[in-house]
Nanobody, 129 residues
Framework: QLQLVESGGGLVQPGGSLRLSCVASGFSLDYYAIGWFRQVQGKEREEVSC?????DYVDSVKGRFTLSRDNAKNTANLQMNSLTPEETAMYYC?????????????????????????WGQGTQVTVSS
């Protein structure tokens, strides 16, 4: 069974940091592009970062968020620094098998959403004092 499981969410003060993890089982992330998304209740899901051979970030998180992979653990991580209350959301990871080398950089973010095939259940991040 192909599965993604996120962890690492929680309550953090404004300006604080969290590190989210996404563990894959049933398939190897080596052959998949990885995305991190967030969703505020009542709003659309927003792609935060996408990684295949390179990494793309939405402008609002550039310089603060870092997506990394740990191939030995079949895990993708999202380090989030300088968090703001507006970034309170459910965070999800997603994966899609790599069929092109430039999925995360040449395909516009709005067009990528339809291609993600595997999703985790999400982990809640709350930024509040």
């Amino acid at each position: 069974q192909l599965q993604l499981v996120e962890s690492g969410g929680g309550l953090v003060q404004p300006g604080g940091s969290l590190r989210l993890s996404c563990v894959a089982s049933g398939f190897s992330l080596d052959y998949y592009a990885i995305g991190w998304f967030r969703q505020v209740q009542g709003k659309e899901r927003e792609e935060v970062s996408c990684n295949d051979n390179r990494t793309d970030y939405v402008d609002s998180v550039k310089g603060r968020f870092t997506l990394s992979r740990d191939n030995a653990k079949n895990t993708a991580n999202l380090q989030m620094n300088s968090l703001t209350p507006e970034e309170t959301a459910m965070y999800y990871c997603a994966a899609v098998r790599k069929t092109r080398s430039d999925f995360c950089t040449e395909l516009p973010r709005s067009r990528r959403y339809q291609y993600w095939t595997h999703w985790g259940q999400g982990t809640q991040v709350t930024v509040s004092s």
